[in-house]
């Protein structure tokens, strides 16, 4: 639909349209000015834009009403800084003229910029609310990584020493998420676990996913033993086994049994002439829930009547039952109980000592402190900083995850 | 010219009618002589009217579509023919509100279905679809019965100098011209296009998927109506086929299948190329059952060019996005 179309959508009636087409034009040539588009042909296709172009289409949507609360979530991630200004200029007039503004971002320096008051939240808890004229955005982002909040930690922090020396189990060349961005070399040794940490949406599940062979296309190589990695057959082949993040949509079958869900990736072990043998699957299955500590009332109990933290470890146990090289985990233990997550800490650390390589992404700061050898952080389809997890803490992760990476080139050293 | 250069995805079966009509001059010369063109114009109305019914509730998205426009419109037939013009109804007035009655009722109960109590629409129109079979041979076990005499005149003379069936398809542009320009349009394009944007921007997104079945069901009626006329009597067989005929010519007319892209053009378009397919080999003298094949390659072959555009299309488009 052209950019007018997209502009006065839902302004309508069902049938009749509310404006005659020359005022229409006119309100939308209003509303796109405001946000500097005033030299933007309207009929144009809004799919043709650029992604700035479209938020700002979007933004000048919701302005085409009478509004006195304006919400906007993460509405300046694609806008540049002439643009952004522009806005907020436009957004400091809304608010002198009394309209209220719910502004949602993850960027310190536009909540410095813009806001009257913050409101942190962490966890789905609103953590802080404060008067951004008494705060300063260290203060917030200490609360947002909880680091005066002293939590329990279920982790032992005892790290295997994971063999450096040896060859790899999973080579990451020159690759990169888009054009421009630095180039990622890195090794992941056998019973290394890398943590991958990020905000949402910048680039580190893409990552992981190229290295688990479910996407092609960026420039890099990625290699497992002899093999390179193209498709996820090939990921598959090299003992590469990857957990979905969704585990709802793209992890459990939600109509079979646990036993089913533990088996479905491992049926060929086993198996004879092409046929299952129940007994062989029953104890494999067994085997798998004994090491991942699965609480089942029957195997034959249907999978979505187990817990969250239960499903998990099944999925998990699906991964170990076809015996990997490399486990590519994307955020294993989101929305998981403590008592499930202390079971999954504790069989990744196993894992990782009997020497299988761990790619764990996980939104846990505290995770990725204690869990991990090295962390990889990914900020703007980028890679912003690798560190060696020996001595990091969460307020150091956060930074690079903001992408303020400078102070702290000296954990970095895993970059080979 | 905006109307065509707008509507760049009905430029290939406009030309593929074009082709065909040229076909079939070459094979027939009779088909050139003007003073037959009203006759192709009554059998080639149903086909038209018959995929704009079926466009709107695809363009609808989410799974959209209407199984039940074939059988619906072979129970207009049905009550024209045995049981209004039998109890003497036959006036133009009371037929078409009667049918277009049904439309509305058969539209709202689909509508209702699928939007509301959101059953999947393919299953929601199969349901009805049988019902309205079921329907149309209480009303009419078997052929029989008589169309109201005005309406097969109606289309087969001349008003005002113009044959009937003309004057009923430059109806029908002139309402298709009209209906482009209402919000409703541009409504089911959002709404077909990405439900959850169109709901965020604050449209009544059931309302616009119960009136693309109710416009959708009116227009099966009118179709109904045509068939009808073109046969002169009641069959309670001719309809349902419809429903096929329908679906293939959205999908060769360009529309997507899974909505808000396309429109009724490229659909009527494509129903008269069908027609024009259909002519052709009946002039070539090629058995029904070839026929049947062609419409199959002819529609793979459409799907796969289809697909394949789209595919580069969206590829420029990632490409200047970067």
């Known amino acids: 639909m052209s950019v007018r179309d997209n502009v006065v959508l839902g302004l309508d009636g069902l049938v009749r349209r509310r404006a005659t087409p020359a005022h229409e034009r006119e309100m939308v040539r209003t509303a796109l000015s405001l946000l500097g588009m005033e030299d933007l042909e309207i009929e144009r296709l809004a799919g043709s834009l650029s992604l700035a172009g479209r938020q700002k289409v979007s933004i000048a949507r919701s302005l085409m009403r009478p509004w006195r609360l304006l919400i906007l979530d993460e509405s300046t991630s694609a806008l540049d800084i002439e643009d952004r200004d522009r806005l907020f200029e436009l957004l400091r007039k809304f608010r002198d003229e009394g309209r209220s503004i719910l502004f949602v971002s993850h960027r310190m320096d536009e909540i410095e910029n813009i806001a009257d008051r913050t409101t942190v939240l962490r966890s789905g808890l609103s953590v802080a609310t404060l008067d951004c004229a008494s705060c300063s955005s260290e203060m917030l982002l200490d609360l947002m990584s909880a680091r005066k909040a002293g939590r329990a930690e279920p982790v032992s922090g005892k790290r295997n020493s994971c063999g450096r020396d040896g060859r790899p189990a999973l080579e990451v060349r020159g690759f990169s998420l888009r054009t421009g961005a630095d180039h990622l070399d890195l090794d992941v040794h056998p019973g290394e676990i890398l943590g991958v940490g990020g905000l949402e949406g910048h680039g580190q599940e893409a990552f992981l996913e190229y290295v688990a062979g479910c996407r092609s296309g960026p420039s890099g190589r990625i290699r497992a033993g002899d093999a390179v990695i193209r498709s996820e057959r090939d990921a598959a082949r090299a003992g590469i086994a990857f957990l979905p993040r969704d585990r709802k949509t793209e992890g459990i079958i939600a109509p079979l049994s646990g036993l089913d869900n533990v088996t479905i990736s491992a049926l060929r072990r086993g198996a004879r002439w092409g046929l299952v043998r129940a007994r062989q699957r029953a104890g494999l299955a067994d085997e798998i829930c004994r090491q991942t500590k699965v609480k089942m009332a029957s195997p034959g109990a249907s999978i979505s009547s187990l817990s969250g933290g239960n499903q998990q470890k099944v999925l998990l146990g699906r991964l170990i039952a076809t015996r990997p090289r490399v486990l590519v985990l994307n955020d294993p233990l989101r929305g998981v109980d403590q008592g499930a997550k202390i079971d999954l800490y504790n069989v990744l650390e196993g894992l990782a000592n009997d020497g299988v390589s761990i790619l764990l992404l996980s939104t846990e700061l505290m995770e990725l402190c204690r869990l991990c050898h090295r962390v990889v952080v990914f900020h703007d389809h980028a890679v912003s900083a690798v560190m060696e997890s020996e001595g990091i803490n969460e307020r150091v992760l956060i930074d690079a995850m903001f992408g303020r990476t400078s102070p702290l080139r000296a954990f970095e050293g895993a970059v080979e | ?322």
Do not use: K
């Open chain 2, 1 to 322: 010219m905006t109307w065509i250069t707008n509507r760049s995805y009905a430029w290939p079966v406009l030309l593929a009618v074009l082709i065909f009509g040229a076909l079939n001059a070459v094979a027939s010369p009779s088909v050139a002589e003007p003073g037959n063109w009203n006759g192709m114009a009554v059998g080639m109305a149903p086909f038209v009217v018959i995929a704009m019914a079926q466009a709107i509730p695809v363009l609808s998205g989410d799974g959209g579509i209407d199984l039940s426009v074939g059988p619906l419109a072979g129970m207009v037939n049905a009550l024209v023919a045995a049981v209004l013009v039998p109890s003497g109804w036959s006036d133009p007035f009371t037929v078409v509100t009667a049918s277009l009655a049904l439309g509305v009722l058969a539209g709202l109960f689909n509508g209702i279905m699928i939007a509301v109590v959101r059953v999947q629409p393919i299953i929601a129109t199969l349901g009805t679809y049988l019902a309205f079979q079921g329907l149309t041979l209480e009303m009419l076990p078997m052929a029989g019965g008589q169309a109201p005499n005005w309406l097969a005149v109606g289309l087969a003379e001349t008003h005002w100098g113009v044959p009937g069936a003309f004057l009923l398809l430059v109806a029908l542009g002139v309402l298709w011209l009209l209906f482009e320009r209402t919000a409703y349009r541009r409504n089911l394009m959002a709404v077909g296009g990405d439900s959850r944007a169109a709901f965020a921007s604050g449209i009544n997104v059931a309302g616009v998927r119960i009136v693309a079945y109710v416009l959708g069901s009116l227009l099966a009626c009118v179709a109904g109506l045509l068939f009808t006329a073109a046969l002169g009597s009641g069959d309670p067989s001719v309809g349902t086929p419809y429903t096929l005929t329908s679906i293939a010519a959205v999908a060769l007319g360009g529309v997507a299948l899974n909505g808000g892209r396309g429109g009724l053009l490229g659909a009527a378009a494509a129903g008269m190329l069908l027609f024009l397919i259909q002519t052709l080999f009946t002039l070539a003298q090629v058995s029904i059952f070839y026929i049947q094949i062609m419409y199959g390659v002819i529609l793979f072959l459409a799907l796969t060019l289809n697909a394949a555009s789209d595919r580069i299309r969206r590829r420029r488009v990632a490409e200047r996005l970067g």
